[in-house]
């Protein structure tokens, strides 16, 4: 401000303030998409740290967690201070061998701040949020849900005739 002149004969127009206003909303609702991400997952980790028991896990450079889950998770949750949660399920079917490598998959996230990523992506403005296709890919998504029991339970049935171990 310090080198404009006081009178630049400038008006701000009314296509203008839309379009700021219109910026505006966008910037506030991926803001808000960020801040339900993370009120989310601090949900989701309270959670799992209420009933969650600590294990040691070789080469682990955070608290590994074990957790009971309906959903097979072998994941790192937090910003500031990590953990790795891990539910009986996947421990109960990967060899030790299997627990390191995926450990070490893990840590790779670590080192790269993935979460913090995330998190960065997930807060950025979605102009998609905004237009008429979300209604369409929020109604596939539902469908896509229902069916994901039959999914699941075919994606079982082929693993069991497939005589070898699957590259992950």
């Not at 601090?42 to 608290?63: D, K, M, N, T, Y």
């Not at 072998?74 to 627990?99: C, K, M, N, W």
């Not at 596939?140 to 994606?155: D, F, H, I, S, V």
């Amino acid at each position: 401000m310090l080198f404009e002149p006081a009178q630049a004969g400038e008006r701000i127009t009314l296509p203008l303030a839309l379009l700021a206003a219109a910026a505006l909303a966008v910037i506030a609702v991926g803001l808000g998409r960020g801040l339900r991400a993370l009120a989310s997952t601090f949900a989701l980790e309270r959670r799992w740290r209420a009933q969650a028991e600590a294990i040691a896990v070789p080469f682990s450079p955070v608290p590994v967690y074990r957790v009971r889950d309906a959903f097979p998770v072998f994941t790192v949750v937090g910003l500031r201070r990590p953990s790795l949660y891990v539910s009986h399920r996947v421990l109960e079917a990967l060899d030790p061998q299997e627990i390191v490598a995926a450990v070490a998959h893990e840590r790779g996230h670590l080192e790269a701040r993935d979460n913090v990523k995330r998190l960065l992506l997930r807060a950025c403005p979605d102009l998609v949020a905004f237009s008429p296709c979300r209604a369409r890919s929020s109604r596939n998504g539902r469908r896509r849900r229902k069916r994901w029991p039959t999914r699941a339970r075919a994606g079982a049935a082929a693993r069991r005739r497939w005589p070898w171990p699957r590259a992950s």
